[in-house]
């Protein structure tokens, strides 16, 4: 079974920066989309940054201008550089990777979860 694994969780001050990789165990083809999405208690998992295969990313609205998404589709890789981190980003972040399906037009791998914690 494909697993997306994360890093570069921790707890770290306002202002400071993280840098989260997530890479697969195993190859992902016909990938479509890779992504950042992060969930806080009490709160709906949220878009953090996108990025499809041409390139093009797509960044919450908290978030843009501080954070940078980047990654190769073909090699299953997916970096988040977090700057000027603010407590309101605490919560876990999750990797994903969509992969074209069929008979499903998608299907979307999702990772265990690395936690930032920022702290006031």
């Known amino acids: 079974q494909v697993q997306l694994v994360e890093s570069g969780g921790g707890l770290v001050q306002t202002g400071d920066s993280l840098r989260l990789a997530c890479t697969a165990s195993e190859h992902i083809t016909n990938v479509i989309g890779m992504g950042w999405y992060r969930q806080a208690p009490g709160k709906q998992r949220e878009l953090v940054a996108s990025?499809?295969?041409?390139?093009?990313?797509n960044y919450g609205d908290s978030v843009k201008g501080r954070f940078t998404i980047s990654g190769d589709a073909v090699q299953n890789t997916v970096y988040l550089q977090m700057n000027d981190l603010k407590p309101e980003d605490t919560a876990i972040y999750f990797c994903?990777?969509?992969?074209?399906?069929?008979?499903?037009?998608?299907?979307?791998?999702w990772g265990q979860g690395t936690q930032v914690t920022v702290s006031s």
């Open positions: 990025l499809n295969v041409r390139g093009v990313p």
């Open positions: 994903n990777i969509g992969r074209r399906s069929r008979p499903e037009p998608r299907f979307d791998y």
